[in-house]
């Protein structure tokens, strides 16, 4: 009798998997030629507010022509580390690519969040023949490492944002001001709560689950004990955790 490699979908599998969403800044991105050939390349990424991949690429390139052809797409993360890369975590995601307006308010909530994950793209995101494109998510496979495979749906990925409109707007002065405020708390959720090195850490980014912290092309999730909708729930969950990072450090 055959054994089912894939194991049961739990809250560790979805943990890990939106956790290599969140924090993968680049990702092999396979699009489908004209003549139904897959084309494998390499992307900068980030995330929307709910887990969303987004993209910056050029009409030059040639995955930019197929996905407006063929918006089926798959993305590879796999951030790998020491030793075999097969022993690291990664995921495939299913996707559907989808153009994003500059001048809507999606548009530039987009802008903003991608290039506070990849700052360099500052110097082209603005050129003509650069688009964003939002990758919507479909069923994903997850390798957690040998025997770790599970098969998981959109929902298993992205954060609810359906109660988090008042968060999503204030998501832009709740990161500068901790920033700009509050960076030493910001330090320690780096150092006291995740383990890295000291440094000048920032947050790049919230949504209902947790934060990103950036240092160079480092990229750390901090993620929730329980999900936030409101800038209250916001506060009051940074609060708790500078305490908890104090108490530890």
Request: net charge neutral; glycine share 8%.
């Amino acid at each position: 009798m055959a054994i089912d490699p894939i194991r049961p979908t739990d809250a560790t599998a979805r943990g890990l998997a939106k956790t290599l969403l969140r924090s993968t800044r680049s990702a092999a991105l396979a699009t489908l030629t004209r003549e139904g050939h897959p084309f494998a390349s390499l992307t900068s990424l980030a995330t929307d507010v709910d887990g969303t991949p987004l993209i910056l690429i050029s009409a030059l390139s040639g995955h930019t022509g197929n996905l407006e052809a063929d918006p089926r797409a798959s993305l590879l993360l796999a951030p790998g580390g020491k030793g075999d890369p097969l022993a690291h975590p990664r995921i495939t995601l299913q996707v559907r690519a989808q153009k994003v307006e500059r001048d809507s308010a999606e548009g530039r909530r987009i802008r903003r969040r991608f290039l506070a994950r990849q700052p360099k793209a500052s110097l082209y995101a603005d050129f003509p023949d650069f688009s964003f494109f939002a990758l919507r998510l479909g069923r994903a496979s997850l390798n957690g490492g040998f025997g770790k495979a599970y098969e998981l749906e959109a929902a298993d990925l992205v954060s609810d944002c359906t109660q988090a409109q008042a968060l999503i707007e204030a998501e832009e002065g709740a990161v500068a001001h901790m920033n700009a405020d509050h960076a030493d708390a910001v330090r320690l959720y780096a150092t006291a709560l995740l383990g890295a090195k000291d440094g000048a850490w920032r947050i790049s980014s919230l949504d209902p689950d947790g934060c990103d912290l950036s240092l160079g092309d480092k990229v750390l999730r901090l993620n929730f004990d329980e999900p936030v909708t409101s800038p209250d729930a916001l506060r009051k969950t940074l609060v708790a955790l500078a305490a908890k990072a104090r108490a530890g450090s």
